[in-house]
């Protein structure tokens, strides 16, 4: 079990939210042709955001959980959430200015917060279980 609290330390944590807030950035970016093909029916591009944005804020929480002792005041979470949905608002306006193939959706900005609230409230109940 310690091998496992040492592995998830503050900084294996931080790399990894750095790790995938960069990925998923050069991936919202990117022109759809180039994006790996994945047979979704419609409608799902949602839920991958849902996804997306849940994962981020999930391991922003988990940081900042480690970073202060196990625990996790009310404006960390509010800050992060804030993050996210700012983060997932600039990504939208990005695909519009930066690509030619991709544009704004407000529903996508929708799902990403949807996935943020739900990362939000996943963390609060299972955080218990990182603590020592």
Known sequence: MQGIRRLLGNKTILALAVVYTCAITVLFLMPPPEL????LPGGTDKIVHL????????????????????????????????????????????????????RPDLFDVLANFGGALTGVFTFQKIKHLFAP
């Open 36 to 39: 790996p093909k994945v047979d």
């Open 51 to 102: 996804l997306i944005h849940f994962l981020l804020v999930f391991f922003w929480q988990f940081y900042s959980f480690r970073q202060n002792n196990y625990r996790l005041q009310r404006k960390q979470v509010v800050f992060i959430l804030a993050g996210s949905l700012l983060y997932g608002i600039i990504i939208e306006l990005l695909q519009g200015y930066l690509t030619v193939s991709r």
